[in-house]
Structures are given as C-alpha cells and as structure tokens.
C-alpha cells in the first residue's frame, strides 16, 4: 500500500526558500481542524541548518510563537534541516502565520538566552546555540517570507 505524505510529494527542486506554506487542514472527528504549515527557511538541497542552531531556533520558536499567535499547538523540525512544521488549531490563514513568525523571529533577535537549556528541561541540552538561532533568524527576515512557495512575494 502506498500511502502519499504529503510533503514528499512537495517538488523541492522548485521551490524558493524563505517561505510559510500552509500544507493542509486536516478535520477531526469532532469537528476540530487542525492546520499544518510548512516554515521553510532554507533551500532544500543547498543548504542546512546546524543541529545547534535548529535546536536553538526551535526552543526559541516553541516559545515566541505562542507569544504572537493563538492556538499553536506544536512546532517541530523537519528532518532534513531546513525548516519547521507548525501545527495550529483552526483552519489559519497563512498570512497570520507569516506575520507572527516574523514578529518571532525579531524577538529571538533581542533575546540573551534560549528557554528550557538545561539538562532537566531538554534532552540534548548541550547541542544549542544562541548565536546561530539569531544567524539564520536575521538571514531570513532580511530575504523575507514568501507566501508563495515558488518565490513571489
């Protein structure tokens, strides 16, 4: 049985990176919706982010976004070190998602120290970096956030 995820099915050779991608909305059996976006910071196949600095951006992230947007329920790194997944509650207009990662990101470039960085709070609290968080939180904000995942802002 060949099951389709939906992200492998995303032509990563043609899209233009930085971007918020709102992948899906997925209904719940009550009725709930739940959005999934993609983050995408960096260009798939060209370029990566450090595991210290992934690490660093998501504890930064978990935490700002929820400072600028309601109903997040969860951020996660994608495997392949470009970027994040976002998961909110409610069918979320991209748009929404686009402005509040931004206002996050410029907090993460005001802040002195990442959140839960120790050893009883995370589980690789040694693999952080304050200093590449803020790297590639200012690399993009300067290119900017598309809207659209082939590079028109």
């Known amino acids: 049985m060949e099951v389709k995820v939906e992200s492998f099915v995303l032509d990563h050779t043609k899209v ?15 009725g709930d919706k739940v959005t999934k976006f993609d983050l995408r910071f960096l260009q798939p ?24 947007m309601d109903n997040v329920i969860d951020l996660s790194p994608m495997g392949c070190r470009t970027g994040y997944y976002l998961i909110m ?10 402005d509040g990662l931004e206002k996050a990101l410029r907090m993460v470039l005001d802040t002195d120290e990442i959140p839960a960085a120790t050893e009883k709070e995370c589980g690789n609290y040694k693999d952080l970096s304050l ?7 200012k690399e993009a ?13």
Do not use: M
């Open 45 to 68: 196949n060209q370029d990566f982010f450090e595991t210290d600095a992934i690490h660093g951006l998501e504890h930064l992230l978990a935490t700002y976004l929820r400072d600028t």
């Open 89 to 98: 509650w409610g069918d979320v207009d991209p748009s929404y998602v686009k």
């Open 16 to 30: 233009k990176a930085p971007y918020v991608r709102k992948c899906c909305v997925l209904d719940g059996l009550k």
């Open 141 to 153: 904000l300067e290119k900017g956030f598309s809207l659209n995942v082939y590079g028109d802002k």
């Open 131 to 137: 200093e590449g968080a803020k790297k590639y939180s």
